[in-house]
């Protein structure tokens, strides 16, 4: 079972049509697909389960333009209280697909092993 989470409505709702929101070469038949055989759910705002009880969380964000022009990386933060370990039933696979400055994947390494390697981490490798 697949279970599909993002803040955008009008994304999910797209998706429950079997529409994609983007382009990727049989993507959108794969989607129609497992939705009719109820293989994949779709859920708009926050499913605090799918974070619990995932194997795999795809954490794939927009990064903005700050005032700067720099990456505004308020998500991220946003981001850390959502998908926190302290939910975590079971060690997770952590997968970003998000236009990010380099070194934000050890940002997020290092936030995992804050909040959730002290109880149960003897090492946390990249």
């Known amino acids: 079972m697949w279970l599909c989470v993002d803040i955008d409505e009008n994304k999910i709702a797209m998706l429950k049509e079997g529409k994609v929101p983007i382009y990727e070469p049989g993507l959108e038949e794969m989607v129609r697909r497992n939705a009719e055989k109820q293989r994949l759910s779709l859920y708009d705002g926050f499913a605090r389960r799918a974070v619990k009880h995932a194997a795999i ?7 903005p333009q700050g005032p700067t022009g720099h990456a505004n ?5 946003r981001l ?12 997770k696979i952590i997968v970003t697909k998000s236009t990010v400055p380099v070194g ?14 002290p109880a149960f981490c003897r ?3 990249s």
């Open 73 to 77: 990386l308020g998500i991220r933060s």
């Open 57 to 63: 969380i795809f954490i794939a964000v927009g990064t």
């Open 80 to 91: 850390r209280h959502r998908v926190s370990p302290r939910r975590w039933t079971r060690y």
């Open 104 to 117: 934000t994947a050890d940002q997020i390494k290092q936030w995992i092993a804050e909040e959730y390697c």
């Open 123 to 125: 090492d946390v490798q």
